[in-house]
């Protein structure tokens, strides 16, 4: 049976595991290539109100952070330069995989658009919950270190723009 938790540090990713994983059970993925990124988005897109209704975020800020990192393709992954990796459409980094794990969620899962777009989901809510519903806090998602920040809220903000959601 899945974790259902409503401790606060919990509820948020105990909620995601039982939607994305009992919405993903049910789906049955063809295989696209990174060379196919519009079939992968088009799955993003579905996971995308509901991910975002059930972490309490933004859609139109998911769906650039989604764009930013990676294109919105699902089976991007890049090694970095201390050692880490960052893997599929959200390009969630290797140091969540422990937490992650504690829910079933493993690196190649996050090649499925749908649960990294509920991973993105649950890690930008927890972003802005750490440091408020602010440009900085979606940045967070990102990095905290300032001029990495200053630049990922750049990008997401030309992101919005470029798609008309930014007012």
């Known amino acids: 049976m899945w974790p259902i ?11 995601f595991c039982v939607g994305a994983m009992t919405w993903a059970h049910g789906m049955a993925w063809s295989q696209t290539t990174p060379t196919a990124p519009t ?46 990796m960052d893997v599929g459409m959200a390009q969630i980094n290797s140091i969540h995989f422990p937490e992650l794990a ?14 990294a777009t509920h991973v993105a989901a649950w890690h930008l809510k927890r972003s802005l919950l750490r440091h408020g519903n602010t440009w900085f806090g979606v940045a967070a998602y990102h990095s905290t270190t300032p001029e990495h920040n200053l630049r990922y809220q750049e990008l997401v903000r030309r992101e919005m723009a470029r798609t008309g959601s930014l007012r």
Do not use: Y
């Open 39 to 84: 079939h992968q988005a088009s799955a993003a897109e579905r996971c995308l109100a509901p991910a975002a209704q059930r972490h309490g975020v933004n859609p139109k800020i998911l769906r650039a952070i989604l764009q930013v990192e990676s294109g919105m393709r699902a089976h991007l992954v890049n090694h970095n330069a201390n050692g880490t």
């Open 102 to 115: 504690q829910w079933g969620i493993t690196p190649d899962r996050l090649l499925d658009p749908c649960v």
């Open 5 to 15: 938790s409503f401790d606060h540090r919990l509820g948020v990713l105990s909620a």
